[in-house]
């Protein structure tokens, strides 16, 4: 039976307010089962342990921001990095007993700040020259604090399969993928789960099967990496062959790990057959699933429950937001029926790593890997005539998108074929910070990175005339509608439609207004190229990023359009080497105001 995707808003919201009441009621219920349980006088009928998470933890290992050069706060307080989180889970397992607590992951491990990007590129762990590479700062971190196993984020894929490989190596636990199979056997590339045991005195082991499943969308979003190499079948599907195998092996409790948010949404479009966030699919339809470790989606879900329409039971699911920001934390309460442990009771929530501190072994085995990252990223590479902020470029043409599109329109320009060369070129790009600032005076390699924070590469895509407006009419659908004669509040403005900063783009190259006022899909005018209008049939090259130009964001016509330019290099590295080379970054040279936004056909800003 097909599931209505939930709105996102309400679904957190309902987690919110049920996980503060599950939180006090699983607090008390698990420290009354231990207690009793400790110190049995016979063989126990009851027993009760806890099973860990993070997700998407995105390389963050200290409470520190790296593109501003300084400790990371918020307004709420927030703080992140697997060191605090170490501390949390030293908690835990001081209060619950070592062999009673299992630590998982939900993938995104590897991308993502500066420190995923210098051992990744800079000082790579696959080694260069010939020599061997260090260890990555995860491994070493998540190998300290055990943990059991992790599932394969889409961003694992960023940095190509060696990279992955090489990380996987370093691991003490296994990555797991149910769905990430060898594209010629079709049989998993990575292990598909792994079952744990808990040990209980004078009774039978509760087994404990994990299955791990990553994101469909690798294949679009890493298409470059994977293509040919790996398949990405739909987590429904194959948590449909594995979860029977796992209950066949004698597993008491099994436990997924889904790189997969729980909204049932996708953001593809119609370019592949399966859901992006499917993990509330996942509970509902696949029968034999006691609880579901979420990540994806970067949102805080201390508890929700979906039940399965099969067998009527009631499956656990937590996301712990990002970054380490939170630790999901899943109790279960399991007592012995004829030799066999059932699963009596279940509870979760999350942890604040801001009520802790960094864990000290932590900051003993990586402090020197920040440091040596963070001497990185201050190095000087040029200097810029005057300030450009972001801080308006999701309703204005500012200098700093200008500078991304320049940088990709002079990449490509260059490798283009002699009759290419001769179409139109323009570029297309997103402000993926609404923070960043390329400073006057020095610029540093971070005020380059956090400009352009992903790991993408760079493409040259033909479109029509005609494919150009859909595209823009697409990209436009990021504002709300604000009709002709009321006020624009820029903080309610975009985001329409959960069209995120870093899926709405901009043109560079053409010249058009984006009417606010008017119902999306007719909202683009005076769409104009050299002064004059463009034609539906004019030949365009379009710079754009891998992720785009693969589908990301379920863009039209960009996927299949023809291909006239591709790169391995990232745009990020093009940027700095465009800085580098120049010596100074002048925007005079390159800013221009060629699109706005306006009101029944009036300036807006």
Known sequence: MPVSPL???????????????????GAVGTGTAQAADRTPAKAPKTWSFSILGTTDLHSHVFNWDYYSNKAYSDSKGNTYGIARIATLVKQQRAQKGEDRVLLVDAGDIIQGTSL??????VDPITGKDGK??????????????????????NHEFNYGI?????????????????????????????????????????????????????????ALWDKDNVSGKMVFPGLVEQAKKYVPRLRALGCDVVFLTDHSGLDGSTSWGDELPYVENASNLVAEQVPGIDAILVGHTHVDVPTYTVKNEETGEDVLLSEPYCYGYRLSVFDFELELHHGCWKVTGKTATTLNSNTVAEDARITELLEADHDLVVKYVNTAIGTCTEDMSTAEACWKDVPAIDFIHQVQMEAVKSGLSTSDAALPLISVAACFSRTA???????TIRDVAGLYIYENTLYGKKLTGAQLKDYLEFAAKYYHQVPSGTKVDTSTLTNANSFWDYMYDTAAGV???????????????????????VADDQIFVVAVNNYRANGGSGYPHIADAETAYSSTNQVRDLMIAYATA?????????AATNWKLTQDGTAVF
Do not use: W
Request: with cysteine.
């Open 7 to 25: 709105n996102r808003r309400e679904f957190v919201k309902k987690s919110a307010v049920t996980g503060a009441a599950v939180a006090a009621a």
């Open 116 to 121: 995923a990007y210098y051992y990744a590129n």
């Open 132 to 153: 061997p590479g260090p260890k990555h700062p995860m491994a070493v971190a998540m190998n300290e604090m055990r943990y059991d196993a992790a599932a394969l984020g």
């Open 162 to 218: 060696d990279v992955l490989r090489a990380f996987e190596r370093q691991c003490h636990f296994p990555l797991l993928g149910a769905n990430a199979l060898d594209a010629k056997t079709l049989k998993p590339a990575f292990p598909p789960y792994t079952v744990k045991c808990i040990k209980v005195p004078g009774a039978p082991d509760i087994k404990v099967g994990i299955l791990g499943l990553t994101n469909p969308g690798i």
């Open 437 to 443: 600032d390329i400073p006057k005076g020095d610029v």
């Open 511 to 533: 010249s058009y207004d984006i009417d606010i006022a008017a119902a999306e899909g007719s909202r683009i005018k005076n769409l104009t190229y050299n002064g004059a209008a």
């Open 582 to 590: 120049k010596g100074t970054i002048d925007p005079s040279t390159f």
